[in-house]
């Protein structure tokens, strides 16, 4: 068990620009998901994916955002045309039952400037 | 919308004494309730969890309660150790939605020698 990857640990990239985070789960962790966390606050749920199948997006998920996870194996976040706000942590987490006990990675920081 | 809230940005403690941390939900909806522990430049950790249906948990030096009828829920940590200073996040999920994790702002804990 080597936990959660997350790959880049940090990225600086100017406005406009496009961006992908790669995430590798534990490989028995049929559910993966991504959280985005800002200065001061917790982690807030963007997306998730059983197996392959993305299942649910959060509102926070703009068009511009994208995720996938081929073969229900790693899962790759896009951000497209990224804006200030954009800037955060992103953390991907991965979990078998039982509920919300995730294992997270140690997150991608995003700054865009 | 906050669903979740810790309301203590920040909590001293030392050595050795009790650690309570607080956390309110809004949420009825709730039913499963996990405390994860955060150090810098790394991701969450879980700590300690209760369903609804059970009012304590306890695990090693670590106890969660739980109060239905306030919503409410606290994290007990005794004896407090230096280690354990980090953000403590509170977070809270509902049947049926995949685990999906609604977190509190975290509280930092600092625990003083």
């Known amino acids: 068990d080597t936990g959660v990857s997350q790959d880049p640990r940090h990225k600086i990239t100017k406005r406009g620009q496009n961006v992908t985070f790669r995430c590798d789960p534990i490989s028995e962790h049929n559910r993966l998901y991504w959280y985005r966390q800002t200065l001061g606050q917790g982690p807030e749920f963007l997306t998730y994916f059983q197996n392959e199948a993305q299942l649910e997006k959060s509102r926070l998920l703009s068009d511009r955002f994208s995720a996938e996870r081929p073969k229900g194996s790693f899962s790759t976040l896009e951000i497209q045309r990224t804006e200030q706000g954009d800037s955060a942590m992103y953390l991907c987490?991965?979990?078998?039952?039982?509920?919300?006990?995730?294992?997270f990675g140690s997150g991608t920081r995003l700054t865009v400037v | 919308d906050q669903q979740v809230k810790q309301n203590s940005p920040s909590l001293s403690v030392q050595e050795g004494r009790i650690s309570i941390l607080n956390c309110d939900y809004t949420?009825?909806?709730?039913?499963?309730f996990l405390w994860y522990k955060k150090y810098p430049a790394e991701g969450p950790t879980f700590l300690i969890s209760?369903?609804?249906?059970?009012d304590k948990n306890e695990d090693g030096r670590f106890t969660v309660f739980l109060n239905k009828s306030a919503k409410h829920l606290s994290l007990h940590i005794v004896p407090s150790q230096p280690g354990d200073s980090a953000v403590y996040f509170c977070?809270?999920?509902?049947?049926?939605?995949?685990?999906?994790?609604?977190f509190g702002t975290g509280t930092r804990l600092q625990v003083t020698l």
């Open positions: 977070a809270a999920s509902a049947f049926g939605t995949a685990s999906k994790l609604t």
């Open positions: 987490a991965s979990t078998p039952p039982p509920r919300g006990k995730y294992t």
């Open positions: 949420n009825s909806m709730f039913d499963y």
């Open positions: 209760i369903s609804s249906i059970k």
